[in-house]
T-cell receptor
Framework: DSGVTQTPKHLITATGQRVTLRCSPR?????VYWYQQSLDQGLQFLIQ???????AKGNILERFSAQQFPDLHSELNLSSLELGDSALYFC??????????FGPGTRLTVL | QKEVEQDPGPLSVPEGAIVSLNCTYS??????FMWYRQYSRKGPELLMY????GNKEDGRFTAQVDKSSKYISLFIRDSQPSDSATYLC?????????????FGTGTLLAVQP
């Protein structure tokens, strides 16, 4: 158990809908990262927050947004969902820049 | 060309074999190198972490980094069926131009009892 929690574990929704994925980092970790993992793309970095502020952006679509709250938990919002958004979404947290600890992931299925 | 290349496998070995997993990369600024293990439908788990060049050993696992060749390896000795998983290499130039963790696509390993 990495200490990173993610909810929900599974999410099934329809195209065009909006969902919110939640992540609680390890105690004391200020950085939160979001990744998308699909079969054909591997693990893709989406966005990083550090102590409430956006720190780095990766291949995140404009339909996706994230935020980190004062209690350091983070939410990833996915809107206008498409079939191709079906994937595993992971959150990771880190105590410093060089190591990241991953949560169990949220499996999103868009029908 | 991808920044990090990793043979996707699958790699199948008998129990007790020595396993060699490799990644090559193109960005000479990478200084931090990691190996993650991912069981099916689970989150990646940090296995090994190395800064710059050299070797690091942890039990049955040895990580090697050769920055001159832009090549990193993970060796697993006395492999066990419980080692069956996908192994992902990852690297970064934290503080530099990339400043994020770049993952390989992963190698699927199956250790046969």
């Amino acid at each position: 158990d990495s200490g990173v929690t993610q909810t929900p574990k599974h999410l099934i929704t329809a195209t065009g809908q909006r969902v919110t994925l939640r992540c609680s980092p390890r105690s004391g970790d200020l950085s939160v990262y979001w990744y998308q993992q699909s079969l054909d793309q591997g693990l893709q970095f989406l966005i990083q927050y550090y102590n409430g502020e956006e720190r780095a952006k990766g291949n995140i679509l404009e339909r996706f947004s994230a935020q980190q709250f004062p209690d350091l938990h983070s939410e990833l919002n996915l809107s206008s969902l498409e079939l191709g958004d079906s994937a595993l979404y992971f959150c990771a947290s880190s105590p410093r820049q060089d190591t990241q600890y991953f949560g169990p992931g949220t499996r999103l299925t868009v029908l | 060309q991808k920044e990090v290349e990793q043979d996707p496998g699958p790699l199948s070995v008998p129990e007790g074999a020595i396993v060699s997993l490799n990644c090559t990369y193109s960005n000479s600024a990478f200084q931090y190198f990691m190996w993650y293990r991912q069981y099916s439908r689970k989150g990646p788990e940090l296995l090994m972490y190395t800064y710059s060049s050299g070797n690091k050993e942890d039990g049955r696992f040895t990580a090697q980094v050769d920055k001159s060749s832009k090549y990193i390896s993970l060796f697993i000795r006395d492999s066990q069926p419980s080692d069956s998983a996908t192994y992902l290499c990852a690297m970064s130039d934290y503080g530099g131009a990339t400043n994020k963790l770049i993952f390989g696509t992963g190698t699927l390993l199956a250790v046969q009892p």
